[in-house]
């Protein structure tokens, strides 16, 4: 069966970095495209960033383009999310999307 499971996230100071990573199994990595999506506290689920199978081509929400940055080893099996500049709205539940199945998320916190 598909499971996915984020790692990494943490609290952290306002302007701070982090990186998750989503380690994937069950289908072919390689072949599908991935997704980070998050929730913060009382809101509805938001997408972040999409990467294609390949890695070619990767998109961003307007709200972390520029301080986002999604890589995938398809070696390893594994999607990564390097979060630079970190703002307190960046507060939330972080999931790894793929193979039409959302993993178990990583809690990220943003504050002084």
């Known amino acids: 069966d598909v499971q996915l499971q984020a790692f990494g996230g943490g609290l952290v100071q306002p302007g701070g970095s982090l990186t998750l990573a989503c380690v994937a199994s069950g289908f072919t990595f390689s072949d599908y495209g991935l997704s980070w999506v998050r929730q913060a506290p009382g809101k509805e689920i938001e997408w972040v960033s999409f990467?294609?199978?390949?890695?070619?081509?990767?998109t961003y929400a307007p709200s972390v383009k520029g301080r986002f940055t999604i890589s995938r080893d398809d070696a390893k099996n594994t999607l990564y999310l390097q979060m630079n500049n970190l703002k307190p709205e960046d507060t939330a539940v972080y999931y790894c999307?793929?193979?039409?199945?959302r993993g178990q998320g990583t809690q990220v916190t943003v504050s002084s």
């Open positions: 990467i294609k199978s390949g890695g070619d081509i990767t």
């Open positions: 999307q793929g193979a039409a199945v």
